[in-house]
T-cell receptor
Framework: DGGITQSPKYLFRKEGQNVTLSCEQNLNHDAMYWYRQDPGQGLRLIYYSQIVNDFQKGDIAEGYSVSREKKESFPLTVTSAQKNPTAFYLC???????????FGSGTQLSVL | AQKITQTQPGMFVQEKEAVTLDCTYDTSDPSYGLFWYKQPSSGEMIFLIYQGSYDQQNATEGRYSLNFQKARKSANLVISASQLGDSAMYFCAMREGRSGYSTLTFGKGTMLLVSP
């Protein structure tokens, strides 16, 4: 079945450590997105990519980095510069002129 | 100013009754799209319904309908005949412009609890 796979489901980060969240899709979608969700809040856009080897900052990109070397993959790195990384992270994809985003099941990141 | 406002942090409804979840939006772009997503406790975001700014009719998808009032800039979600499985967070979202890629802005959500 086609879909978006995020891993791991739970992730723990130590102080000063970089961690990478994986997002893979087999929907053949061009565009991919990363959103952050804090408790009781809506989703906020971190980064998005419309094509391979290209990506743009969203509303809260500071402390995060991404790469888009393959169409299927859009990993997100939470760097040590992100001082409040504890949140639920959702990856999504869409087709050009698509009417909706398709979401993965999310990764919960916590700080030890 | 918030682009998407959901004023109901929580709503309660009895099984089999209808419920309306409120959403107002703010944009100066004449071309936009409005979305509703459901987020159960598992965390995944499930697409429910879409309304384009130029659509003449209100969108419907099964038990879900979108009450689109363009002049009031509101896009309320109506769930008919509520079921226990409808208990979840519900998010309203908007895409502005004619961009081919859906960069959505989300509201803060409404928690819906359906009781037997």
């Amino acid at each position: 079945d086609g879909g978006i796979t995020q891993s791991p489901k739970y992730l723990f980060r130590k102080e000063g450590q970089n961690v990478t969240l994986s997002c893979e899709q087999n929907l053949n979608h061009d565009a991919m997105y990363w959103y952050r969700q804090d408790p009781g809040q809506g989703l906020r856009l971190i980064y998005y990519s419309q094509i391979v080897n290209d990506f743009q900052k969203g509303d809260i990109a500071e402390g995060y980095s991404v790469s888009r070397e393959k169409k299927e993959s859009f990993p997100l790195t939470v760097t040590s510069a992100q001082k409040n990384p504890t949140a639920f992270y959702l990856c999504a994809s869409s087709t050009p002129f698509g009417e909706k985003l398709f979401f993965g099941s999310g990764t919960q990141l916590s700080v030890l | 100013a918030q682009k998407i406002t959901q004023t109901q942090p929580g709503m309660f409804v009895q099984e089999k009754e209808a419920v309306t979840l409120d959403c107002t939006y703010d944009t100066s772009d004449p071309s936009y799209g409005l979305f509703w997503y459901k987020q159960p406790s598992s965390g995944e975001m499930i697409f429910l319904i879409y309304q384009g700014s130029y659509d003449q009719q209100n969108a419907t998808e099964g038990r879900y309908s979108l009450n689109f009032q363009k002049a009031r800039k509101s896009a309320n979600l109506v769930i008919s005949a509520s079921q226990l499985g409808d208990s979840a967070m519900y998010f309203c979202a908007m895409r502005e412009g004619r961009s081919g890629y859906s960069t959505l802005t989300f509201g803060k959500g409404t928690m819906l609890l359906v009781s037997p």
